[in-house]
């Protein structure tokens, strides 16, 4: 079955985007697609990067593997829509007039909290190979631990961009939350494991 998942999810990732091209050809986008494109593509990369931020509890709390073997990918997916979102942004919303991309990083908030969590994601995607894990030693851990820093600037840009229904970023705020008690819950567990074998020794 394991064999077959990892194949199955990448099929699986890539529906969004199929789904949107199909919209395309179909004229679907509605009255602006390069809103509904922005939206859909920044979603995407929220949604996945709580996935990926899940499959670590999943494993812990019931002791599955599968959880492990897939997280890359679900991390690498996240990035390739958040690359999405930024280049129709770029290119779609600003046809890459750079002054103007300045200006909107320096004076809006809200792009200035995406491009952030966009620039920490770059490092993560970068050295998410074997190799990578291997040359970095101990250090690759703490880096990645940069993903929750990301995912948290991606609720905050999500929420300071809504006007006035907040209900969305609230979910996805909530759901970090969650995540992120978990992993604190199971580090004390750790620490104290830790200290009294070594009270023991
Ligand atoms: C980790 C990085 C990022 C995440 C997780 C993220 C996530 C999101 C989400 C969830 C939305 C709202 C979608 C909706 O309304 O349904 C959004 C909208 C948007 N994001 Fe991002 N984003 C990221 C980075 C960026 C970057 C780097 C830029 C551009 C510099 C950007 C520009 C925008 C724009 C222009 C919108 C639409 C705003 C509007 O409603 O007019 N985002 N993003």
Redesign the pocket.
């Known amino acids: 079955m394991t064999r077959s998942l990892k194949p199955a999810l990448f099929l699986v990732c890539l529906l969004p985007l199929a789904w949107w091209f199909w919209l395309g050809f179909q004229q679907q986008l509605g009255a602006n697609p390069i ?1 509904f494109i ?2 859909g593509t ?2 995407w ?2 949604r996945l ?1 709580l996935l990926t931020l899940l499959m670590t509890p999943l494993k812990r709390g019931f002791g599955w593997a599968w959880p492990l073997r897939v997280r890359r990918m679900l991390g690498l997916f996240a990035f390739f829509y ?1 690359t999405l ?2 280049f129709t ?2 290119w779609l ?1 600003q046809f890459f007039d750079w002054g103007e ?1 300045g200006r ?2 320096l004076e809006r908030p ?2 200035t909290l ?2 952030t ?2 620039v920490l ?1 770059l490092p993560l995607a970068l050295t998410s190979t074997k190799a990578m894990m291997k040359r970095l030693g101990r250090n690759w851990k703490k880096l990645h631990h940069l993903v929750y820093l ?2 948290t ?2 609720v905050l ?2 929420w300071w ?2 006007k006035a229904d907040v209900r ?1 970023p609230l979910l ?1 705020a909530a759901l970090l939350g969650i995540l992120l008690l978990a992993r604190l819950y199971w580090a004390r567990l750790t620490t104290r494991a830790g200290a009294s074998s070594f009270r023991g020794a």
């Open positions: 809103e922005t939206h920044g979603d990369t929220l990067l958040a979102h930024l942004y770029l919303d991309i909107d990083i809200f792009i995406g491009m969590g966009y994601l990301v995912a600037l991606g840009h999500f961009l809504v969305e996805y």
